[in-house]
């Protein structure tokens, strides 16, 4: 581990893979928006009007600014186990897990996991690449926020289909899984009560009980 609070960080795969897919729709609009502009601009077409300039400029910078957060986006989506909780973060979203809450870790296989009969097509093309792989499940007593609002923010292939969890792909997932149960482990033994020997007195107590 780089320190002795805080483990690596491990870029979520399947976050990175969601967001890949609209680099080719956002760069191709980018360009069909900005070109239409500069056309408008320099008055070599008759369509669109001119007065419809701003707006393809708008969104045509918009366009811009979504393939290149495209770009950064999986730079910034990883997953790292601290001292006390497991961050899970997004460019947009930063979740903490509290330690209280994990239950345990487990390797996935997610083709057991995400049947390709019982899913979507959708996320079926999303999965292809990754079936075969192993991925870590983080088995939870409670999810940190509802379902409904962790899907604004994370994909639904995020949560675990077997119960209450989370399923991290990653590319070492007994790295993330050795980290994680260690400093769990260690977090543990912090939480438990130091037991108090013979001829304590009571200052020392009281120091205790802060």
Excluded at 142 to 152: D, H, N
């Amino acid at each position: 581990m780089p320190s002795r609070t805080s483990g690596d960080r491990f870029p979520l795969l399947l976050y990175s893979h969601v967001v890949g897919r609209s680099r080719a729709p956002a760069l191709l609009l980018t360009v069909l928006l900005l070109g239409l502009w500069t056309l408008v601009r320099m008055q070599l077409v008759a369509w669109p009007p001119r007065p419809s300039g701003p707006w393809l400029l708008a969104g045509g910078l918009a366009s811009l600014l979504f393939l290149v957060l495209a770009w950064i986006a999986p730079r910034l989506a990883y997953v790292q186990p601290r001292r006390d909780h497991l961050l899970v973060r997004t460019p947009i979203y930063r979740m903490k897990i509290s330690y209280r809450r994990v239950v345990n870790t487990r390797p996935v296989d997610l083709a057991r996991m995400f049947p390709p009969s019982s899913i979507r097509g959708s996320d079926r093309w999303l999965l292809r690449s990754f079936y075969g792989r192993t991925a870590l499940g983080v088995d939870l007593r409670g999810l940190p926020l509802s379902k409904f609002t962790l899907r604004l923010f994370f994909h639904r292939l995020f949560l675990a289909a077997d119960g209450t969890g989370l399923v991290l792909v990653v590319r070492d997932w007994m790295a993330l899984s050795n980290q994680l149960s260690s400093l769990v482990d260690t977090w543990r033994s912090s939480q438990q009560v130091r037991p108090r020997g013979p001829g304590i007195g009571a200052a020392a107590i009281l120091d205790d009980e802060r």
